[in-house]
């Protein structure tokens, strides 16, 4: 089954054919970065706005990287949820003008579980039952995957997402946004025992909480001001641990409870050098197998869409023209 995923649920406008869920044939994404970033932040209208723009064209690439047409395609995938509203729409209604005009089927996908499944599209890829933990700028969740359109939210952040932690910090520091990447590059050179910023792991659970790490660069700031040079790559450095620190703590201890031996780290955020480095290094110490999306399938894309409409699909699940977005959707 060739499979088209339409992926416009914030700043991404992503298209891509995947072959029976497993093998990606096209990943086109134009991303907005540059136009919020002026803003410090993503700008909802400007979001969708640029969707419309882009939309069209970045299918007709994929297709065109794929060496295929819309007649080759059996299947549509669309993210319907959860994400922005008026992102959103713009992709759910190019797949149903699109669906109408081919007679093609399309399908209704949600965004947590594209970060979860993109993990399909490795070789190696895992068999449910596995733990995943979907980490980005606007989700920091903790799935029990039973199988396929079975999870079971098991932890999640209390407040900020991680994501949104690096860019408010980033932001404290005059960083460029997204926060993640300048980050972790003057991260790598820092001490990451230069600081001791706190660990929020409240209470027996698999819960976390970045407010009070946000605060504290903050205070930080405010008590020494912005540091600069070395000053900088090791405050970055120290933030960066705490929150890989709390992460991969959290992930490991759920594992153990619950009886997990495979894991699975995805998101954005996932993209992170110290968090995979460390994840990776927690769950070897304990005879767990950790697996890791390469970086590129970690951020918002159509290929992680069109495994999970492809799994959809094969549940038994169908779109009509009456779907509707939902920017909150729970998996």
């Given at each position: ?7 416009t ?29 002026r803003?410090?932040?993503v ?30 395609v ?9 994400g ?44 449910p ?7 980005s ?12 359109g ?9 407040d ?10 980033a ?13 972790d ?8 025992e ?12 698999f819960?976390?909480s ?7 660069v ?8 912005v ?8 405050l970055?450095?120290s ?10 703590k959290?992930?490991?201890?759920a ?10 780290l ?28 390469p970086v590129?399938l ?15 699909w ?13 920017p909150?959707?729970?998996m």
């Amino acid at each position: 089954m060739l499979v088209l995923g339409l992926e416009t649920s914030c700043d991404e406008t992503a298209a891509a054919l995947v072959e029976d869920g497993r093998r990606v044939l096209s990943d086109v994404v134009s991303t907005q970065v540059d136009i919020h970033r002026r803003w410090g932040g993503v700008v909802p209208e400007l979001a969708s706005r640029n969707h419309i723009v882009q939309v069209m064209p970045v299918v007709h690439e994929a297709l065109t990287r794929a060496q295929k047409t819309l007649d080759d395609v059996d299947l549509i995938a669309v993210t319907s949820g959860p994400g922005l509203i008026g992102a959103l729409l713009v992709g759910l209604q190019v797949a149903k003008g699109l669906s109408l005009a081919t007679g093609k089927p399309f399908v209704g996908a949600n965004h947590l579980e594209g970060h979860l499944l993109a993990i399909r599209l490795l070789e190696d890829a895992p068999e449910p039952p596995f733990l995943g933990l979907v980490v980005s700028g606007g989700h920091t969740s903790l799935y029990e995957v039973k199988e396929f359109g079975h999870y079971r939210l098991v932890g999640s952040t209390r407040d900020d997402a991680a994501g949104e932690a690096y860019d408010k910090t980033a932001r404290i520091l005059g960083l460029p946004y997204p926060g993640g990447l300048p980050i972790d590059q003057l991260a790598q050179k820092g001490n990451p025992e230069a600081i001791r910023f706190p660990r929020a792991l409240p209470g027996d659970n698999f819960d976390v909480s970045f407010s009070g790490l946000k605060t504290a660069v903050l205070q930080h700031t405010k008590k020494h001001g912005v540091p600069e040079g070395q000053a900088l790559a090791d405050l970055c450095a120290s933030f960066q641990e705490a929150v890989a620190d709390v992460l991969s703590k959290k992930l490991v201890a759920a594992a153990r409870r619950l009886g997990h031996k495979q894991l699975v780290l995805c998101g954005g955020v996932a993209a992170n050098s110290r968090l995979r480095a460390l994840c990776l290094q927690r769950a070897e110490e304990r005879g767990l197998r950790m697996f890791l999306p390469p970086v590129r399938l970690c951020t918002d894309n159509g290929a992680m869409i069109a495994v999970a409409g492809y799994e959809a699909w094969r549940r038994g699940l169908r779109g009509d023209f009456r779907l509707a977005a939902d920017p909150a959707w729970r998996m």
